[in-house]
């Protein structure tokens, strides 16, 4: 398929209030896409409908060729998340942890921990408590354990959000590792738009529940062509309009 997912005119509103705005997206399989957009914007609203999470409240939603909005469920065991802050036991070690995901999964799952561990950088890590870690260690764990399911498709809600610079690049470094080692489709939102850029095949600016524009690899890293001055200008035109 050449896009894994799809939208068409999405619009989601709570109340009165509409959160999404005719949102028409094109992810394109096994690529990265990077949705960027200020806190507010409509970002994890998008990825909920997306894991199904909350319904949309008109338009289309095609992913892994499975029709959201007709009720379908069985696309989300291909899909590994991590939306807003993870959640662990904080008294239990990463390796119970881990296997308790594994129960809801499938047991056979439970082999892969250290091979999971080993690829997002937390090798030998097994035995320690949930509260010794870093938030750091913290975001790459709660990625390794959405890749527990052997996704075909990841969905990651500012997995760098209040990360320092190092883990910020670490985590950069695994979700390229990720795409690239193991053809895993990923869709990733954040406000930070260097890094968005650096990792990003394409590139979704969303404002005010508005996707404004979709902008390839080939034109956001051209040397003449600024993605934060693009970014910037389009939102004061859209806030114009």
């Known amino acids: 398929m050449e896009y894994i997912i799809q939208t068409k005119n999405l619009t989601k509103s ?3 209030k ?15 896409y990077g949705l960027l957009g200020a806190n507010g914007a409509g970002k994890t609203t998008l990825m909920k409908i997306m894991l ?4 949309p409240t008109a338009g289309e939603m095609e992913v892994l060729e499975n029709n959201v909005l007709a009720g379908e469920a069985g696309y989300l065991s291909k899909i590994g998340s991590l939306i807003e802050t993870p959640v662990f036991y904080q008294n239990l070690t990463v390796k119970q942890n881990l296997e308790i995901h594994c129960d809801y999964l499938d047991e ?3 082999q892969d921990i250290p091979k999971i561990l080993d690829l997002v950088g937390l090798a030998g890590i097994e035995d320690k408590f949930i509260k010794e870690l870093s938030l750091g260690m913290k975001q790459r764990l709660a990625i390794g354990r959405s890749l527990l399911c052997q996704p075909d498709l990841l969905i990651l809600d500012e997995p760098i959000n209040g990360i320092d610079p190092e883990g910020i690049v670490d985590i950069r470094n695994i979700l390229v590792k990720i795409n690239q080692e193991r053809n895993v489709t990923i869709i990733i939102s954040s406000h930070i738009i260097n890094e968005v850029e650096k990792i990003a095949d394409t590139v979704g600016i969303i404002n005010d529940g508005r996707l404004l524009e979709e902008i390839p690899k080939e034109v956001f890293q051209n040397e003449s062509f600024s993605l934060e001055g693009h970014f910037i200008n389009i939102l004061h035109s859209s806030k114009v309009a």
């Open 52 to 55: 199904g999470l909350l319904k």
């Open 18 to 32: 509409e959160i999404l705005k005719n949102i028409n997206l094109n992810v394109k399989t096994g690529k990265i």
């Open 108 to 110: 056979k799952y439970k």
């Open 14 to 16: 709570f109340g009165d």
